[in-house]
């Protein structure tokens, strides 16, 4: 099912939450609307579901207008982040209630339920009640009621919130396989990017009621279009900086710790103009452990702080003017930089990313 946000705005009172959203959601997807509490993600939910109305605009599913279809006859499902199981029925019975809500013969909701226990890897727990369950098995007995329906859309609202550590990594690898197995157009809210970038075939970065980007995880991290996606997607680097202009296809940027070379501009700038440059701490080599520097793209600076971690060593680095560097090592060789020590960093031409400079007020789409 394909669905449509054409230029949804939802007002309460004098609170904006959604400023106008135009957005498609692809059949089959696994669709992630990413962004700070607030931004506007669960009344995008709540609308695409009919449990809202949005003030202005349309919402289609497959072309035809649903916008003032009530919620019930849009069958979709949901799962929220707790899970508003019946405490005093078994999973079974849990599963069977919205089967028997749609009237469905016997023989079919029989059916219908040990499929999705199955799905689920629940079928031992069939018998239990949600309070005999663990965290992670009510969540899945939400998602089997959810998904036993045989819904047009499945919503999930922060679903893997109230899981700890270890079981939110298992449930994302659960969700990714489930939605695989039954290709069911999903969209999944979340402001937790990490569950974005490992599970989403798309991602929508919502600020403040706005559509920021909307793209696939490898893309969005590697081209975010604007300072604060690149900021709210994964850890960045974000230096302010004048753009000096284009020499052999690289952008040409100057900052408080040196000049750099980028390869990509997401803005068209000219000389003089005010930028910001973006950089990965994971991007940026140190001369530690004999590794060299090339002499492009080099910044001289002190090491400020240093934070080991077995896998890898963050070292916070600092410019003459108090610029902030952030640096992640993976496999760290061993070295005896003390605070204060000179660090040589480098940043790769083709992992500097020029941006526009930030404005109080979010771009609209
Ligand atoms: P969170 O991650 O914290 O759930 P969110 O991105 O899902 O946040 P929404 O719940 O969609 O954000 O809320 C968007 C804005 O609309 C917020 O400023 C919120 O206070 C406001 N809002 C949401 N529901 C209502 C309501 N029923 N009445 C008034 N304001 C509301």
Not at 167 to 183: A, T, V, W
């Amino acid at each position: 099912m394909e669905v449509v946000f054409e230029r949804i705005v939802k007002k309460y009172g004098d609170v904006t939450a959604v400023g106008g959203v135009d957005l498609t959601i692809k059949s089959g997807a696994l669709h992630f609307l990413l962004g700070p509490s607030g931004c506007g993600k669960t009344t995008m939910l709540r609308m695409l579901a009919g449990l809202e109305s949005p003030s202005s605009g349309r919402i289609l599913f497959n072309g035809k207008d649903v916008t003032n279809l009530p919620a019930a006859a849009r069958g979709i499902g949901m799962v929220f982040q707790n899970y508003a199981l019946w405490p005093h029925m078994t999973v079974r019975k849990n599963i069977e209630y919205g089967l028997t809500v749609q009237k469905l013969a016997a023989e079919q909701i029989r059916q219908r339920t040990d499929e999705a226990l199955t799905i689920t890897q629940l079928t031992r727990y069939g018998d239990r009640l949600p309070g005999q369950l663990s965290g992670g098995q009510q969540q899945r007995v939400a998602l089997a009621r959810a998904i036993a329906v045989r819904p047009t859309v499945l919503l999930l609202d922060e679903p893997l919130s109230n899981l700890d550590a270890q079981l939110r990594l298992e449930m994302r690898d659960n969700l990714s396989r489930i939605h695989k197995q039954l290709g069911i157009t999903t969209v999944y809210v979340t402001h937790d990017q990490k569950e974005a970038l490992s599970m989403g075939t798309n991602v929508s970065v919502f600020r403040a009621g706005q559509l920021i980007q909307t793209d696939p995880p490898r893309q969005l991290y590697h081209s975010p279009k604007s300072a604060f996606v690149a900021r709210f997607v994964g850890e960045t680097n974000l230096l302010s900086a004048t753009y000096l202009g284009q020499k052999d296809g690289l952008h040409s940027v100057r900052t408080a710790i040196g000049a750099v070379d980028a390869n990509r501009s997401m803005v068209n700038a000219k000389s003089g103009d005010e930028v910001v440059v973006s950089f990965r701490p994971e991007a940026v080599k140190l001369n530690i452990g004999g590794h060299d520097s090339p002499a492009d793209n080099r910044l001289s600076l002190k090491l400020d702080h240093l934070t080991y971690l077995g896998e890898s060593e963050q070292f916070q680095l600092m410019g003459p003017d108090g610029t902030l560097v952030r640096a992640n090592v993976f496999n760290p060789p061993d070295h005896s930089l003390a605070i204060g020590d000179s660090v040589t960093a480098w940043v790769a031409a083709e992992d500097i990313l020029v941006l526009p400079v930030e404005t109080d007020q979010p771009a609209s789409t």
